[in-house]
C-alpha cells in the first residue's frame, strides 16, 4: 500500500523566517513520482513540483527548495524568507508508475500561515 | 487561454436529488480525474479516466458516476446513493496518467 505522511498539521512563521514542510513517504515500488501542490484560500491546487524517484538531486527554485531523500523515504520542501503570500495548505502526493497505480495519493495536508 | 473549469463554483441540492458537475480541458490533456476534499483533509480519488471512452473506479466511487465521450470533457455525477455528498470537488486533469496533475478551480456542493 502507498501512503503519504504530513506530520506537521499547522505551522505559523514570522514573515522572512525559514520553514520546512515535511513529507514521507511509503511505497514498495522501485518506480515512483513524488508531487507537491499549494491550495491557496481560493481552493485551486497549484502543481509545485514533480520528482521521479531515480532523480535524487535536490531542486532549487527561487526561494523554493526541495529535499528528496530516498535512504529516509522523505521529500521536505522548504521555502525560504517566507512571505504571506506562501499562507496556503500544501499537500505532498506520490503515485506508483508500474503495477498499474493510477493516480496520486495526498497527504493530508500542512497549513502554513505566514505572519506579517 | 488554456485551462480547466469547473461549474458551478457553488451547488445546492436537496437530498434524494441527482447533481451534475461539469469539468472541461482545453489543454489537450488524455487523463482527467475527479477528487473530493472534506475540510481538513487530503484529496480522495473518485474516478479517472485515461482515454476517451474509458474510465476507471478511484478510492471512494460509490454513489459517483462519470462518463468520458469527449476527450475536453469529464462530468461527475452525485447519485442520491452517495451517504454524504456535502464536499469540495476538484477536477483535473494530466497529459498521461502519471504525468503531473492540472486542478481547475473546484465546486463546493451542499446537501440541504
Known amino acids: ?66 529535499n528528496f531523500q530516498k535512504s529516509t523515504s522523505s521529500f521536505n520542501f522548504t521555502i525560504t524568507a517566507s512571505q504571506v503570500v506562501d499562507s496556503a495548505v500544501y499537500f505532498c502526493a506520490l503515485s506508483e508508475a508500474s503495477r498499474g497505480r493510477r493516480a496520486l495519493t495526498f497527504g493530508s495536508g500542512t497549513r502554513l500561515q505566514v505572519q506579517p | 487561454d488554456g485551462g480547466i473549469t469547473q461549474s458551478p463554483k457553488y451547488l445546492f441540492r436537496k437530498e434524494g436529488q441527482n447533481v451534475t458537475l461539469s469539468c472541461e480541458q482545453n489543454l489537450n490533456h488524455d ?13 480522495r480519488l473518485i474516478y479517472y479516466s485515461q482515454i476517451v471512452n474509458d474510465f476507471q473506479k478511484g478510492d471512494i466511487a460509490e454513489g459517483y ?22 464536499a469540495f470537488y476538484l ?19 451542499t446537501v440541504l
Open chain 2, 65 to 86: 458516476s462519470v462518463s468520458r465521450e469527449k476527450k475536453e470533457s469529464f462530468p461527475l455525477t452525485v447519485t442520491s446513493a452517495q451517504k454524504n455528498p456535502t
Open chain 1, 1 to 66: 500500500a502507498q501512503k503519504v505522511t504530513q506530520a506537521q498539521t499547522e505551522i505559523s512563521v514570522v514573515e522572512k523566517e525559514d520553514v520546512t514542510l515535511d513529507c514521507v513517504y511509503e511505497t514498495r515500488d522501485t518506480t515512483y513520482y513524488l508531487f507537491w501542490y499549494k491550495q491557496p484560500p481560493s481552493g485551486e491546487l497549484v502543481f509545485l513540483i514533480r520528482r521521479n524517484s531515480f532523480d535524487e538531486q535536490n531542486e532549487i527554485s527561487g526561494r523554493y527548495s526541495w
Open chain 2, 31 to 43: 487523463a482527467m480525474y475527479w477528487y473530493r476534499q472534506d475540510p481538513g483533509q487530503g484529496l
Open chain 2, 91 to 109: 477536477c483535473a486533469s494530466s497529459i498521461r496518467l502519471y504525468n503531473e496533475q492540472f486542478f481547475g478551480p473546484g465546486t463546493r456542493l
